[in-house]
């Protein structure tokens, strides 16, 4: 469940009056997602997403993500634009946190992506790294190799209270990404969280990808592993699905392009990233209070990953 902040409809009706989007008719909380509160919210002409930007997302990142998005609009890319109101602004504040009323896209999140699915991401997100090409805007990746780092001290010793020895297997896969993160492949501002949840679908079609509020810029190919985390495996890491990742690469490969380099250092950006979710998972089921509305993801699930990827041999992976 994901709504943080009540917006009253007396609010709501004062922000859309702001601009020309007809009048409310009905605006419901989401329950997906765990980061941001997100209403759906119907007028007599259109259909938002109002979102309230909470917890891990900087103010201050915000023009960032607003550009981003206006960025792989303009180049027809399948993403949701923030609405400016008639004097121009996208960042409103509502009940008190900073918010955007965004165009809603039509689409489903698929649970048990198909080749021909994966295939689909797999061909958006080369798009999107070919549009991102031109794209000026700079964000640090907080949450790269430097930040595992310092989120892996931040956990400490309570790591174990999630496994038995799962603090020396962080710290031994953070000395194997010291010696291996292969930082001088080509970097790019990446999406960085593109997970099933982010991506909308119609049939085997992407029809919109969304939640760019972890994007910066990383070594492209990252996204790339990624997006074969997420997409490639059963949610509990189990069942890796060779057919899934053989598709996703391809999609990739024929819209952007995968380098021997890029291929090669796979295993190792794949290992980042799979630290990246379990450690973010660890903080968050170490610091989230059992009575929260928010239901904690399982860092063993990122874990389960990690090690396939430790012990699989390349041309396993679909590449
Ligand atoms: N532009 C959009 N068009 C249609 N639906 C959307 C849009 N943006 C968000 N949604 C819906 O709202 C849900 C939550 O959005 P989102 O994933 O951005 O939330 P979040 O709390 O920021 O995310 P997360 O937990 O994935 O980091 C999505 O699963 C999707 O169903
Ligand atoms: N996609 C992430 C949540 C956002 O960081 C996860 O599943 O852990």
């Known amino acids: 469940m994901a709504v943080y902040t009540h917006v009253p409809a007396e609010e709501m009706e004062a922000l859309l009056a702001r601009y020309d989007a007809g009048t409310l008719v009905s605006a419901k909380g989401i329950a997906e997602g765990v980061e941001n509160s997100n209403y759906l919210v119907d ?3 259109h259909r938002f997403i109002l979102t309230l930007y909470e917890k891990r997302v900087d103010v201050a ?3 960032f993500f607003l550009s981003l998005l206006d960025h792989l609009a303009d180049k027809g890319l399948p993403v949701p634009r923030a609405l400016r109101d008639r004097q121009g602004v996208q960042l409103q504040t509502v009940s008190g946190r ?4 965004i165009e809603f896209l039509n689409g489903v999140s698929v649970t048990h992506p198909t080749p021909a699915q994966a295939h689909a991401t797999g061909v958006a997100l080369g798009r999107m790294h070919a549009a991102l090409a031109d794209f000026g805007g700079q964000r640090a990746n907080a949450l790269g ?3 595992w780092v310092a989120l892996a001290a931040r956990c400490g010793d309570d790591l174990d209270a999630i496994a038995p020895s799962l603090k020396a297997r962080v710290s031994e896969e953070l000395a ?5 993160w292969p930082g001088e492949l080509p970097h790019s501002v990446v999406h960085a969280d593109l997970f099933p949840d982010n991506v909308l679908m119609l049939g085997d079609e992407v029809s919109g990808v969304i939640d760019f509020y972890f994007a910066a810029r990383e070594v492209r190919a990252w996204d790339v592993a990624v997006t074969h985390t997420a997409w490639c495996f059963e949610n509990d890491g189990t069942g890796f699905d060779h057919n899934r990742a053989a598709a996703l690469i391809a999609g990739y490969d024929a819209a952007f392009g995968l380098s021997s380099a890029e291929r090669a250092a796979f295993p190792a950006l794949a290992r980042g990233a799979s630290l990246r979710f379990l450690l973010t998972r660890a903080w968050d089921w170490l ?6 509305l928010v239901t904690r993801k399982d860092p063993l699930a990122f874990l389960r990953r990690l090690d396939f990827y430790r012990d ?3 041309g396993a992976l679909g590449l």
């Open 145 to 147: 190799p430097d930040g």
């Open 287 to 292: 610091n989230t209070p059992a009575d929260a």
């Open 98 to 101: 900073p918010a955007c009323l």
């Open 312 to 314: 699989a041999v390349p």
């Open 43 to 45: 007028t007599s002409s």
């Open 61 to 63: 990142d915000l023009p």
């Open 176 to 180: 194997y990404l010291a010696d291996n």
